[in-house]
């Protein structure tokens, strides 16, 4: 069924149109076909583990699904702090740095949480695992749009900031070995007033941890940049495929559109584009009841309305696309698929269509 899709698939989309669910189900698709495969997500909600029942572990680790299925089917939850010190670790060779790094207290506050530190760490693990070479496949689960649009650009700014002029005043030597401004204990008391302004305004002891937390990482720099750019050429190469996931109607084509530009001009590979959830039409039932049977009180009219909405939807995303984009529609099924029964449906019915 997905025998020849790539070793590397990102599932991309709008909140709340069943990315998690479509990346657990491509993963029991996979191992189902024989393939070792990971499933990673860095979704904040981390649906996944309740999906495939891996729990907590799955931050630390790749944990093995309980599915009977001829590859290994596992899941990573991403931990942004999890995956910082396990860089650390890994790539500060000096015991004295390490604890350094680790122990610096802007790095235990803030580093886990600050901007566009969670879609790198992402990239890092992703990188590693894929470098690792344990899995014959690896299915990414992405937040919402506009964050794994900041997940994909991550490499590139972690490059434009590694080479900016910024870093290299960062690691400038700002402080002496008594802990005060270089720059104003040459001006007397006029430098001791003015590092008291400071130390009232931003704080001195917060400027010392960021100063020694970016001069502790100067090391791990270069290695950083080469990951960044190797991750860029790998999410651009044949063996990554992007998966586009969109809700049914008409009013969320223009996102969807949007999102598949996107991804197309920055020079990823667009695979299937997949509508979830749409509302069946009932066998023989007509389009959409007239104003007297809309007041039916079994809902009938409702589903009926919806499918008629979701059809039409689906018809002018089509006419939209070029000849070459392929549109795939999986329908709304019966129970949310939450555990791995439901989940084994939707995949065979996700695998019926991309056939």
Do not use: C
Not at 54 to 75: F, I, K
Not at 159 to 174: E, I, Q, R
């Amino acid at each position: 069924m997905i025998a020849h899709l790539p070793a590397l698939i990102v599932v991309v989309g709008s909140g709340g149109v069943g990315k998690t669910s479509l990346a657990a189900a491509l993963g029991l698709l996979s191992a189902g076909e024989g393939e070792d495969t990971l499933v990673m997500t860095f979704d904040p909600s981390l649906r996944l583990k309740d999906s495939l029942g891996v729990g907590e572990a799955a931050r630390d680790e790749e944990v093995e699904v309980a599915v009977e299925t001829p590859g290994r089917l596992a899941a990573s939850l991403l931990d942004a702090r999890r995956t910082f010190d396990r860089l650390v670790e890994r790539y500060a060779e000096d015991p004295d740095d390490q604890r350094r790094i680790l122990e610096n207290r802007y790095y235990r506050q803030l580093a886990g949480s600050l901007a566009g530190i969670l879609e790198y760490m992402a990239v890092e693990r992703l990188f590693e695992v894929f470098d690792a070479g344990r899995y014959e496949r690896i299915i990414l689960d992405t937040p919402p749009t506009r964050q794994a649009l900041d997940f994909l650009e991550a490499p590139e700014r972690i490059v434009t900031f590694l080479d900016s002029g910024a870093l290299k005043l960062a690691l400038k030597p700002w402080f002496d070995s008594t802990g005060h401004l270089k720059a104003t204990t040459r001006l007397g008391r006029f430098g001791a007033k003015f590092e008291e302004y400071l130390d009232e305004v931003v704080g001195l002891d917060l400027l010392r941890d960021m100063a020694e937390f970016f001069q502790a990482f100067a090391p791990l720099y270069d290695g950083f940049r080469q990951r960044a750019v190797e991750v860029q050429q790998l999410l651009r190469s044949s063996r990554t495929l992007f998966v586009l996931v969109a809700a049914p109607g008409e009013e969320r084509n223009s996102d969807t559109l949007f999102f598949a530009r996107r991804l197309q001009e920055a020079g990823y590979r667009l695979g299937p584009i997949v509508v979830n959830r749409i509302h069946p039409r009932a066998d023989g039932e007509p389009g959409v009841p007239t104003e007297s049977e809309a007041g039916e009180a079994d809902g009938r009219w409702l589903l009926a309305w919806l499918a008629e909405r979701d059809a039409r939807g689906l018809e002018k995303l089509q006419s939209l696309l070029s000849d070459q984009q392929r549109l795939v529609d999986i329908p709304l099924l019966p129970r949310e698929p939450a555990d791995l029964a439901s989940l084994g449906e939707l995949a065979r019915e996700f695998g019926d269509r991309l056939e």
